[in-house]
């Protein structure tokens, strides 16, 4: 098991997709993200990723060395850590790794290219209306891993304007910038108000965060369930393209 501390190792071998560069969580040059180490074994690669909402172990590559690779990694790093990576590897990572158990399947959607959308009313949002944002994620969107005020979460965009005749206006639709890293930018948190719904406001702000990381960081990414087609077909329309991926964790004794 070779260990690596570059980016640009990293960059080398991920056949031209983002999940591994943005598990790196590399902030500029060839350095990796605090707390992040990556390992190499044969043609298997993974990337462990400390977080304050779930550690994260991306893998990619052969299977036969992924199990190898996975099992050194794990004694390492500890049972914390939950995989991710393309949905048969991690299913067969669960076959041949007594103690994994599958979690879930979801997509992992990724562009290079801007969207080529209007976004008309969508903005970066001032401090206290990404505070006003938080009810829309109590209301309606409590299991969102971006949230206001979360760690690494950097910035919201949003319309603001009035919903269900009340008198003041207020977030209606937003997306983040959340956990975005060197080479790929990521987006999470994105919400519209039921009473807002119907008008094109989820493709809007989607539309607005996924053009300004691609233009920062050359790429836009984002994880979304296998079972939300409103949301998937959205960020198709957007020109991003889709993977199935898997995600399985040791569970805790």
Known sequence: MEQLTRLSDIEQTTGGHGQLVWAAQGQGGESLGPGVRAWRHGA??????PSQQQDRLMVDGDSADAVVLVRQVLEEVGASYRLLGEAELIDALVRQLPGLVPVHHFLWMETT?????ATPGVRWLETHEEKEATTLFDRFFPD??????RAGVRRWAGVVGTVDGNAGAEPMAVAADAWSAAGCGFMGGVVTHPGARGRGLALAVSAFVLDALVDRYGRAALMVLTGNAPAIATYERLGMAKRRFGAAHIPAR
């Open 113 to 117: 290219s801007r969207c080529g959308v």
């Open 44 to 49: 298997a690669l993974a990337v462990a990723s």
């Open 144 to 149: 969102s891993y971006a949230q206001p005020g």
